[in-house]
């Protein structure tokens, strides 16, 4: 079985640029996460979907960040414009279940770098 | 508010056993998780609690006591791959995972 698949690995942008991240969850996986890792710190949830809908965004700085899930399977998560905070690693996750207790597979994370 | 406590770092001797403790405080609980993560990595499962007591899965084994609101995480027979950090996250009433900030565990030969 694949594994959650995410681009680029390794991001470096200046500040006030844009970036995108994408991710391919595992196949038939109906919840995916998005978090954000700061060095030396645990994954912070960003947003959740539910299929293609949103479940939670409240830590989702709106104003700079946004996401989105087409049609329940890969999604984009968008900086526009980046600020030096924001370097983190972004990582994917995936579960097969909706609202339930199931483990969270990771994808290996976008590690961006801003300038 | 909803709180992980976990130490940042210990360091433990290749072939000893270490214990990681965890404390939390969540909306509710629907139980917790252990992952570990090797630096640069993703995290990978390695356990899920929701009843009191222990479960033992090989090398590892994880605590739950929930009405300490304490976990531990368990690792025997310690080996150098096991140098990591480990993050101990608790489910919340809304099925949202709160995460601590990680234990790094540093093994010396």
């Known amino acids: 079985e694949a594994g959650v698949a995410q681009s680029p690995r390794y991001k470096i942008i200046e500040k006030r640029q844009s970036v995108a991240f994408w991710c391919n969850p595992i196949s038939g996986h109906a919840t995916l996460y998005w978090y954000q890792q700061i060095l030396g710190q645990g994954p912070k949830l960003l947003i959740q979907?539910?299929?293609?809908?949103?479940?939670?965004d409240s830590q989702l700085p709106k104003d700079r960040f946004s996401a989105e899930r087409l049609k329940g399977v890969d999604s984009t998560l968008k900086i526009q414009p980046a600020k030096l905070e924001d370097s983190a690693v972004y990582l994917c996750?995936?579960?097969?279940?909706?609202?339930?207790?199931?483990?969270?597979?990771f994808g290996p994370g976008t590690r961006l770098t801003v300038l | 508010g909803q709180n992980i406590d976990q130490p940042t770092e210990m360091t433990a001797t290749e072939g000893a056993i270490v214990q990681i403790n965890c404390t939390y405080q969540?909306?509710?609980?629907?139980?917790l998780f252990w992952y570990q993560q090797h630096a640069g990595e993703a995290p990978t499962f390695l356990s899920y609690n929701v009843l009191d007591g222990l479960e033992e899965k090989g090398r590892f084994s994880s605590f739950l006591s929930r009405s300490k609101g304490y976990s531990y995480l368990l690792l025997k027979e310690l080996q150098m791959k096991d140098s990591a950090s480990y993050l101990c996250a608790a489910l919340d009433s809304n099925y949202q995972l709160i995460w601590g900030a990680g234990t790094k565990l540093i093994i010396k030969p």
């Open positions: 979907f539910q299929n293609n809908g949103v479940v939670d």
């Open positions: 996750a995936s579960s097969p279940g909706t609202g339930d207790v199931g483990e969270q597979f």
């Open positions: 969540t909306s509710g609980f629907n139980g």
